[in-house]
């Protein structure tokens, strides 16, 4: 059976300031913002979903229970491995928009 782990965000949270332990798995893991988006990407590997699949559902419970975090404004830092071919991309969307920018 494949390990997935979620770290427990609110360790933080009732302790500020204080390091945790390391968490290791060897099948998948999830971290998040918040425990209901991190719940959401751990169902989506149960279910057979990869990182990806992961990544857009935790996107869309993130806009429900962050929305100062993500939206237009947000930043968006992306590390993407192709197994198949080998290839890694990386995507930087973050930096401050042009003066002149309009909706």
Not at 23 to 49: E, I, W, Y
Request: proline content about 4%.
């Amino acid at each position: 059976m494949t390990q997935i782990v979620a770290a427990d965000s609110n360790l933080w949270a009732s302790s500020p300031g204080k390091l945790r332990g390391v968490t290791l798995s060897t099948g998948g893991m999830v971290a998040t913002a918040h425990p209901l988006a991190t719940a959401v990407g751990l169902d989506v590997l149960r279910q057979g979903g990869n990182a990806m699949d992961a990544a857009i559902a935790i996107a869309g419970v993130t806009c429900v229970v962050l929305p100062s975090m993500c939206g237009l404004g947000g930043d968006t830092f992306l590390i993407h491995y192709d197994a198949k071919s080998g290839k890694i991309e990386a995507l930087n969307g973050s930096g401050i928009a042009p003066y002149a920018a309009t909706l």
